[in-house]
Each structure stands twice: as C-alpha cells, then as structure tokens.
C-alpha cells in the first residue's frame, strides 16, 4: 500500500507518549476523539493530549498514556477509522537502552543433538516467529517474549544443517531475516544455518612472540586477488583454501602462495574483509569483482571465497584452515572490518529485527551520511555496541584472527574501540588494533577514534597519512612527496621518520606510502615522475619502501609494493575487476632482485632492534636525523646490543650526487647501483641510497 493512500498513522515516540497523524484530504485532518484499544484485553480507553503542528499534508495529536511495548494496540478517531500503533521509531528515544539492554551472551541459535535454543533481540515487534527449512518441510514456530526485548524458542529434534529465519513482526506488517547473530549462512543471505561448533575446531600453532607492537610487519592482501593469476599456479583460485595450499611455484620456479609471504619475511597478514559482502553473488563469484568493504553480515564468512557457499561447515571451516594456514608458516592474521556502514539498510538482519536502532538517525528519523557510504554504524547504542564487540570475539575466538584493522574507525565512538582492544588484549597479549583515522562521521569530535584523539585510545594504531602525504606524495596524483622528489619536504620526511608529536605513543603510527585505496605508488610515480624514465621511478619507489620498512613506527606494506605493482592507472579499483587487481605473480618474478631488497630490509628490521624503538626516550637517546644539503637524509641510529652497534643511512631523492665521510670500519650492507666508500668517502648517487653499519 502506498504511503500517500494511507488515512492515519500512530506511533510510540516515547515510553509514555504517541504521536497521531491524521491526512488533511480526511475531515481536514481534524477529530474530537481520539481512542487506544489493547487488542490482547480490548480495554478501550480515550487519549487525551494536544495537537501539533501540520507536517507534509497531515495533521499531528500527541496523547501521553501508559502502554505496553511489543503489544497490538489499535488507535481509532471519531469516525471509527483505525490503525495499529507502530512501535517501530521508539529506538530513537533516549531511553531506550534503558529498558530493552540486554547483557545475556546467549543470542543466535545454539545447537545440540536433542534439541537447538534459539534467541533473537527484536523489542519492538508484537511477535516472531521461527521458520525452520530442510529439504523435506517448512515449519514455523511461535517464540515466546521474554524481558528486554528478547523472544525465544527451543526446538527437541535434531536440527543439525537445517535453514532458518525469523518472521518479525510490528503488527500488520512482517519482515523475514536471517539471525544477526547466526554462524553461517546460505548464499547470499537468503537463510542463517543451524551448525554443531563442536565441528568447527582449529589447530593452534605457536608463533614468534610479538613483545611490542614495533615488532609487526604488515602486508595487506586481497583473498581473491592472491591467487587468481594462473601463473601462480594456485589451484583454488579466489578461494580461502588457497592460502593452505604447500610447494608451489610459479613458472620459472620461484615461490607462490603461502610459501612466498612467509619467505618474504613479514608478521602480519592483513585481509581485506573476509566477511559477507553484497556485492558479489556468491552462487556466480566471478560475475562481478568488489574489494567487500559493503558488508551484508558480520557474523558470516564471505561466500565468494568458499568452495561451495551453501555448506554451512565449508563456510565456517575452510575460513579457519586458511588462517591455521598463516599460522603454521609463522605469521599473524589481521581483518580488515567494516564497522563503520552497511551496505543497504533496508536489507539486513540488524534493520530487519529493531528499525531505527543500529543505525544513526538524525531529529527527524533519516539517515545520517558520516561514512559516505549512506548510513552510519550506531556504535553509541548500547546493543550496537554490544553486537560490534561480540562479533569481534567470535572472530578471534572461533576463527583465531589476531587483530583488526578498522575500516574508517573515526565513524566508530572511542568507547567502543577501547572496548575492542581491551576484549583482544585479553584474549591474546599479541592482539593489534589499528584503523583509519579521519575526522568524518557524526559524532562529537571529542567522541570520534580519530587521529586528533588518539591520546584517549592510547594502545590503538592510526594510519599516518601525514607519513603517506610527505613521503610519497598526496592521493592526487601530480603532487609529489619527498622520494618523488621534492626535496622541500626534506625537513618533513626527518619528523615522519622519528614522529615524536603526533601521537602519544611510537607504536600507534602505522607508516605506509601505499595501502588498497588510491594508485599504486609505481602508477603515481609514473605520473608525477613521467619524463624520468621507469628506472628512475623504480628507484624513486625503492626509496619509499626504505623508508616504510626503518622508519620508527609500525610498517605497513600493500601487496605488490615490493616489486612495483600496478594497476595501469586506476586509483580507485574496488570493482575493477581481476584484471587490474590480481596479485601479479609473473610482475613478482620479473622483479625478483628487488624481492630481494625488500627481504633484506625486513630481516635487518627483525635482526636489530634500533629499527623498531616503541619508546620515545629511547628512540631520543639512541636516534639522530641530519638534512644534507637541504637534500638528503643522514639518519643515525645507535643500539645497545645486535649485531651492530650504529647504522647509517642515506636516502637521497634529488638528481645530485652527494658525499658524506665516513669513518672506515663502516661497511655498506645495502646500496645503489654505484654506491662505494672509499678513502673515508661515500658518494650517494642521485635517487639512489646507502646502509652503512659497524
């Protein structure tokens, strides 16, 4: 039925007060009486209150009276024309969480061989029912209110694999969704499904220990992008199963898979969200191509990357053999999370069971826009909160990631996020917690995760943009940054390689010149450096990677980086498909010398601990930074124990060759091409660099 047709509506706007709006094309909007009937005890009583203001063509009455949430009522006017009393904008009261907070862990669908409980958090309908699906039948049963809002139900039979959904209902109106809380689901979401957890066991492996958050080396990468390309020669292609995949090797021989992230020598693996995504249909994956930062459920794996996505076990349990995987070849697992939107409101299982709850709304009911993505997560919301820290356990605790990395955490409230990381930490001292901090969103910005803020979220990382902007160069593409080749930054490039000011603590800096967002460095280079020639880009991205992979801090690296990815051009790639996204492994192997580079650093990192300071009195005693020339940087670094006791190090981005004395016990470790120390003498030729240590 169209809105525009509809005579009257009534709605609970607080725990004590409803709001009538009558249309002016009936009796010009206008009645003597209006009366509340409580259909379960047809009590009949009149309102009284006062009438409103015009809004849209409909004349507004607010009567304060006492009703029972989740019951039929009827309103009715003078002349006998009636409609139900609609419970559905009542999450917008402030004191909503004061009634209807639940605190039990017991939410979803339990399983065991007699019987399966199931809970659903659903305070404003007037019932629910469970419909339960197998091959055979379709039953529905009727779950009974229990406080706080919670209906629930207990089937005795054996509903292993078997489908369900809930039918919320608000009165006339009925709304089917899977369970927000379910462990699996079919593809695309069109059923949760009744799995044994008692089947869906990982093996633990022991990992180096991680002491400081400085310790990390992180590497994002993309599940369907690391073995799409047949030259890899990973059998389950777009799959989760292709990270447990052992011995193999592209075409000329050299590493792939798995075995190649760990020979690279990195920490953590960083995955774009592995959550239900919308975008792609999970029953035709290759249809469409999207990074899945549109989640559909948190609570579920991305179909796409199953082998069969209506396998309830399969969906479950191949994503716990590829993290098993990352752990067995002595690696961490960080996932990328989307707790900042949606992907459609109106279609998934939070807005299905409480409308106008999970998701912000401003005075007058719509939709705020914070995330640019049209909706905003509402983390401020007791059970939103709840739900948001309940999933990321269950992430770690049945998947076994070890941290998250947060999708435009300055949509999410600073409460929250410590929240997050308090869970994690407890659940695993090696746990990390890092995300984009932009000032966007709408919250109060002393509310906001954001970088300005960090100092109240003090064991959680940022993503240094300023460290990106100086380094590389802005997200535009013509502008340059410091190892592109402008040398004005130089003072710049010193302060992001030993930031004392911007946070509060070192490991809260995440240092990255390239991330899945925006060109490749190679492909901006390529635009802001053109008329250099691709060797000197080359180089140009050489000395970036230096700088991630030293600088104080945390490094962070994008797949492809270390052998100058590119995705021809294209700064905004999210659904651009494989062609443009696919991990290169042909790429990997045409630049296996500069693997090389990249291996050597990560083992210097890893081999000496000046290079992953987590102090700042520390990184003062130990740490000098000198500007060459208004050029070069000479950065010197100092530690008590390893295998060195003082490093040198030349980045040197502008076209001049530039000497430095050196004492003669330095050697060079890693240089450019033409790089020598002679007679107490170190030429640093032009985009080139030099690692001197004694």
């Not at 989760?240 to 898979?257: D, R, V």
């Not at 559909?296 to 309830?312: C, F, I, K, L, R």
């Not at 917690?433 to 109240?456: F, S, V």
């Amino acid at each position: 039925m169209q809105r525009e047709s509809i005579r009257m509506f009534a709605y609970a706007i607080s725990f004590d007060e409803i709001k009538v709006l009558l249309s002016k094309n009936y009796y010009n909007g206008i009645s003597s009486k209006f009366y509340l009937k409580d259909l379960e005890s047809n009590e009949h009583r009149l309102l009284h209150g006062d009438a409103g203001n015009e809004e849209n063509g409909f004349n507004t009455y607010y009567f304060r009276t006492s009703f029972e949430v989740g019951k039929s009522y009827r309103i009715s006017d003078a002349y006998g024309l009636t409609c139900f009393l609609d419970f559905s904008m009542l999450p917008m009261c402030k004191e909503f969480d004061e009634h209807f907070s639940y605190d039990g862990d017991d939410l979803g669908a339990f399983y065991t061989k007699s019987y399966t409980t199931f809970k659903v958090w659903a305070p404003t309908a007037t019932s629910v029912t469970l419909k339960l699906k197998n091959e055979e039948s379709i039953t529905l049963y009727t779950m009974k209110r229990l406080d706080r809002g919670v209906f629930y139900t207990r089937v005795y039979s054996d509903l292993e694999l078997y489908e369900y959904t809930y039918l919320v209902s608000n009165n006339d109106i009925t709304t089917e969704t899977c369970d927000p809380y379910a462990f699996s689901s079919t593809s695309n979401q069109r059923s949760s499904i009744i799995v044994d957890l008692s089947k869906c066991q990982r093996k633990t492996y022991p990992l180096p220990p991680l002491e400081k958050k400085t310790d990390a080396i992180i590497y994002e990468l993309h599940v369907r992008d690391f073995s799409v390309d047949p030259y890899g020669e990973l059998r389950h292609k777009g799959k989760f199963l292709a990270f447990c995949e052992e011995g193999n090797a592209t075409m000329l021989g050299y590493k792939s898979g798995v075995d190649y992230l760990a020979d690279l020598g990195i920490t953590h693996v960083q995955l774009q969200p592995i959550n239900d995504y919308a975008t792609v249909d999970e029953d035709h994956p290759y249809e469409l191509y999207n990074w899945g930062y549109d989640p559909a459920q948190y609570n579920v794996t991305e179909g796409s990357y199953v082998s069969d996505p209506n396998d309830g076990y399969r969906r479950i349990n191949e994503c716990i053999h590829m993290i098993e995987s990352i752990h067995k070849h002595g690696m961490r697992v960080i996932l990328d999370v989307v707790f900042n939107h949606m992907h459609d409101v109106n279609d998934n299982a939070l807005e299905k069971t409480v409308p106008y709850y999970f998701f912000r709304r401003d005075e007058n009911g719509n939709l705020t826009n914070g995330s640019w993505c049209g909706d905003d997560l509402n983390s401020t919301a007791y059970m939103c909160r709840k739900y948001i820290v309940a999933m990321c356990r269950r992430w770690q605790t049945l998947y076994g990631c070890d941290g998250f990395r947060m999708d435009l955490m300055g949509i999410t409230d600073i409460d929250t996020v410590n929240l997050i990381e308090e869970q994690g930490r407890s659940l695993d001292p090696s746990f990390m917690l890092y995300g984009e901090g932009w000032n966007m969103g709408t919250l109060p910005n002393e509310q906001k995760a954001m970088i300005e803020n960090n100092r109240k979220v003090p064991r959680v990382g940022f993503f240094n943009d300023f460290f990106r902007d100086t380094v590389r160069g802005s997200n535009q593409l013509e502008i340059k940054g410091y190892t592109s080749g402008d040398t004005y930054k130089t003072n710049d490039a010193i302060i992001t390689m030993c930031d004392y000011g911007k946070f509060s603590s070192v490991e809260q800096s995440i240092n990255y010149v390239e991330c899945h967002d925006n060109a490749t460095t190679f492909d901006k280079y390529s635009i802001c450096n053109r008329d250099e020639g691709e060797s000197a880009i080359r180089r140009r991205c050489e000395l970036a990677n230096i700088m991630v992979l030293l600088s104080m801090g945390v490094p962070f690296l994008h797949a492809g980086q270390e052998f100058f990815d590119t995705k021809h051009g294209n700064a905004n790639s999210y659904n651009a498909g494989d062609s443009v996204n696919q991990f290169d492994w042909g790429r990997r192997d045409q630049h296996i010398e500069n693997i090389h580079l990249i291996k050597a650093l990560i083992k210097l990192r890893k081999e000496n601990a000046c290079f992953r300071y987590n102090n700042f009195d520390d990184m003062h005693e130990h740490i000098r930074i000198n500007n060459i020339n208004h050029r070069m940087i000479e950065y010197i670094l100092t530690q008590d124990e390893g295998p060195y006791k003082e490093f040198r190090i030349y980045i040197n981005p502008s076209f001049d060759i530039i000497g430095v004395d050196i004492d003669d016990d330095f050697e060079i470790l890693h240089k450019g091409e033409n790089e020598r120390i002679e007679n107490r003498h170190l030429n640093v030729q032009g985009i080139s660099f030099a690692i001197c240590a004694r």
